[in-house]
Structures are given as structure tokens and as C-alpha cells.
């Protein structure tokens, strides 16, 4: 019996310590191979949001970035350049309506944006 409890115990705190350390993420989907310059983002309350440096990806299929909210309110991407087109700044603000970005926070722990690309237009979608 006190096998058991103990058994119980250690599971639930194990439980807890992987449902905590599970990163956020956000889920890329493009319709065709190309390449994607984005920067991480992570806002508190009240605040401006903060940018990573630029990072680059070749993206073949779908990808996941891992976002981790380190203590913070919300945390995510914002999109630089899809397929070589580099987006205007207007349309790279973080965790506002119709941008090309996408927050997480503690409810919502996973996102999807879509990204489509021809010769002249670039799309970005939140899902």
C-alpha cells in the first residue's frame, strides 16, 4: 500500500514537472519550399515587446519553432521575409491584430501561421 502511494506521488510530481517545462511553440505552414527570416518575441504587461536578432530557416514542410514564455506574458514570432520578400515594418509588430506574427501565452500554448508565396504576393495567416 505504501508502495503504491508512493508510486502515485512520484508520477504526479514527474507529471508536473513535464507539463511545466513543455515549451510554447508555433507551427509554420507553407505551400511550397522557401525561406524564412523571423525573429522571437516575448511582451509583459504594459510593455513594449522585445526582438530576438533575426534568424533564417529553409523550410521544406511544415516547421515548428519552440517559443519558451520565460516568466513572461506572451511569447512568439514575428516574420520578417517570406521566399526572399521582406515584409513592411507596418505588418511586423508583435501580438497586434492582422500582423504577420503570432503570440502564445499560458492559455494558449500552441499557434499556426501560414505562409503562401507566388512571384509578386506574399500571404501570412494566423490559424
Do not use: W
Not at 502511494?5 to 510554447?24: D, E, G, P, R
Not at 512568439?76 to 501580438?95: C, E, M, R, W, Y
Amino acid at each position: 500500500m505504501k508502495f503504491n502511494k508512493l508510486t502515485l506521488a512520484t508520477s504526479t510530481v514527474m507529471s508536473i514537472f513535464v507539463i511545466s517545462a513543455h515549451a510554447n511553440e508555433v507551427q509554420l505552414i507553407v505551400n511550397k519550399p522557401m525561406e524564412v527570416v523571423y525573429r522571437l518575441a516575448y511582451q509583459d504587461q504594459g510593455k513594449n515587446p522585445v526582438l530576438s536578432e533575426p534568424m533564417t530557416i529553409s523550410i521544406n514542410e511544415n516547421y515548428t519553432i519552440p517559443v519558451d514564455l520565460n516568466n513572461h506574458l506572451a511569447a512568439g514570432i514575428v516574420i520578417d521575409s517570406v521566399a526572399g520578400h521582406v515584409l513592411p515594418d507596418t505588418a511586423k509588430q508583435f501580438n497586434k491584430p492582422e500582423q504577420c506574427s503570432l503570440a502564445t501565452d499560458a492559455n494558449m500554448r500552441m499557434g499556426k501561421l501560414t505562409l503562401t508565396s507566388d512571384k509578386k504576393v506574399i500571404n501570412c495567416r494566423r490559424d
